[in-house]
């Protein structure tokens, strides 16, 4: 009699007794389908050339409209063109919507699918003894948090503190750094002297500001494309595994091309969208760089799938195992970055936010439109 990897008999799907059988046996057999590609080469093909095609130019299109001098668009503002700019304000907050229902509709619930508790590597072995699926979320949204937090404050170490002690000197024209007795002492009569020092240093004063103006888009620009990559990090996770089981998924292969093809659409608006408010300088190709690596991260998991089409099979334990562990990890990530980077920061925290009701309410709608439709996605893929 065979044996399985766990040194008890082989179960035979075809002769069992349900009343007697292991339940993780019955599950594992259910979930080991073989391979079960058929055919369609072309239309995969297509796929390929579409998702590529359709994601690129939705990636695309947010930092175009900001970086390209006859769409430039100002975010906060009066603008000649409202209709731009109520596009651009659909592609930027319509994604982040669709960033977060990602996270929950995507790839938590795919995670708990593949390794959760009710599944054969969820009833096997060490995964039976913790419920790992959260506990990688949670490992994975703690340590993207500690590089965030970590980059923020190593760049406001390393840029703040000279950035404060300019203005101090430029406002008083001394240092006042801590053991310089002079100018504590002179401080004291600062306000007799008032006019006198303002004018001495006025020049001097013009020069710090915009030195301090540099280092503080600097410091913002070190964290925002930190922020950034972490977002790119776990969608590009996302995506390969998308990517891998297009190639080789069977009967269900045409309804999953649609709904991919949309739902690559709306995260590449996400990624796009956020990447156009980071400060670039005009001559850097890294956006275009970034948008280029999201729009061809899935068709190349689409064409190594079609290369694994008779081999490859996404319901063993093995790929269950990958998958869950990606798309768990990919989750924390896009949690973290949704609900902090994206809505928190632009809706709570953001000193810019615009005070109009109107522009207030349509951003709002943009976001739960994107997270209502890529949650309705879910029905699907």
Known sequence: MSTNDFGTPAFNASNVDLTTADPRDVICALEASSNDYNGQLGARISALFVIMIVSTFTTFFPVVAKRVPRLRIPLYGNTDSEILLSVYLFARYFGAGVIVATAFIHLLDPAYNEIGPQTCVGMTGGWAKYSWCPAIVLTSVMMIFLLDFGAERYVEVKYGAQSEQDIQTAVTGFDDAPGNDDAHHTQGSLHLHRNSVVNRYEKRFDEEIASTDAAAREQSFRQQIAAFLILEFGVIFHSVIIGLNLGVVGSEFGTLYVVIVFHQS????????????????????????????????????????????????????????????????????????????????????????????????????????????????????
């Not at 948008?291 to 998991?301: F, R, V």
């Not at 953001?350 to 951003?363: C, S, W």
């Open 266 to 381: 709306f995260e590449g608006l996400g990624i796009g969208a956020r990447m156009s408010v980071i400060p670039f300088k005009p001559q850097s190709w890294l956006p275009w760089i970034l948008c280029a690596a999201y729009g061809l991260t899935t068709p190349i998991s689409i064409a190594i799938g079609l290369g694994l089409r008779t081999t490859y099979n996404s319901g063993s334990f093995t790929a269950n195992v990958v998958s869950g562990v990606l798309d768990s990890m990919s989750a924390g990530i896009l949690l973290y970055t949704g609900l902090v980077e994206l809505l928190a920061r632009d809706f709570l925290f953001n000193p810019l936010r615009t005070k109009d009701n109107k522009r207030l309410t349509f951003m709002l709608f943009c976001v739960f439109l994107g997270a209502g439709l890529m949650a309705l996605l879910g029905k699907w893929a």
